[in-house]
């Protein structure tokens, strides 16, 4: 089993920046691919960065070029640094792993607040 602890997150201005980080424990070795998704109230859960099976990388595009997603495979880590945040962006953010089998694992979330 993987196990996902996350951290950061908060209150900020617009225009400031947030960096989550996402550690993940256990059968790392199952993990195909790692991401950060969030929700805002009334909406549907969505992707907003991740690295796909081929290592490639995605972004939704309303983060695009403010937004990056970075790993250190030696602590087995997986950040989201967010950068010139907009009210838009607030939501709870969810780290998630897919495994190889296609099994979801998703971590407890945590809130983003963007507001002056």
């Known amino acids: 089993q993987v196990q996902l602890v996350e951290s950061g997150g908060g209150l900020v201005q617009p225009g400031g920046s947030l960096r989550l980080s996402c550690a993940a424990s256990?059968?790392?070795?199952?993990?195909?691919?790692r991401g950060w998704y969030r929700q805002a109230p009334g909406k549907e859960r969505e992707l907003v960065a991740a690295?796909?099976?081929?290592?490639?990388?995605t972004y939704v595009d309303s983060v695009k070029g403010r937004f990056t997603i970075s790993r250190d495979n030696a602590k087995n880590t997986v950040d989201l640094q967010m950068n010139s945040l907009k009210p838009e962006d607030t939501a709870v953010y969810y780290c998630?792993?897919?495994?190889?089998?296609?099994?979801?694992?998703w971590g407890q979330g945590t809130q983003v607040t963007v507001s002056s």
């Open positions: 256990g059968s790392i070795s199952n993990i195909n691919a």
């Open positions: 998630h792993v897919r495994l190889f089998w296609g099994s979801d694992i």
């Open positions: 690295f796909t099976s081929g290592r490639s990388v």
